[in-house]
Nanobody, 125 residues
Framework: VQLQAYGGGVVPAGDSLTLSCAAS????????MAWFRQAPGKEREFVAA????????AYRDSVKGRFSVSRDNAQNTVYLQMNSLKPDDTAVYYC???????????????????WGQGTQVTVSS
């Protein structure tokens, strides 16, 4: 499956931004979807994930209550709604996919097989 992430930009602290990730494959529902991010000089880190049907989600602690992951399986798209953005959220954001029937959330990047190209999010202070 090919993934294309978009929606990044430059916003002031406290603002909101919504990222989208469009998948090329029709059998989108077989994939767990996730968002990761990588800031300059730092390792890539897990941000959020959503199960195939959209009923289960998971977030890293620092974004809980501010970010929300969702998906539209009819549109083969996953979203990341980011509110109350902070300068520490500045990073390149990547969407990722793995075909899995497991009910366990994968937070390790090595488990994800397919990756989008990344979209830059910059939060100014």
């Amino acid at each position: 499956v090919q993934l294309q992430a978009y929606g990044g930009g430059v916003v002031p602290a406290g603002d909101s931004l919504t990222l989208s990730c469009a998948a090329s494959e029709r059998s989108f529902t077989k994939y767990w979807m996730a968002w990761f991010r990588q800031a300059p000089g730092k390792e890539r880190e897990f941000v959020a994930a959503i199960s195939r049907g959209g009923t289960n989600t998971a977030y890293r602690d620092s974004v809980k209550g501010r970010f929300s992951v969702s998906r539209d399986n009819a549109q083969n798209t996953v979203y990341l709604q980011m509110n109350s953005l902070k300068p520490d959220d500045t990073a390149v954001y990547y969407c990722a996919a793995v075909a899995s029937i497991s009910g366990v959330v994968f937070t390790d990047d090595w488990r994800y097989v397919y990756w989008g190209q990344g979209t830059q999010v910059t939060v100014s202070s």
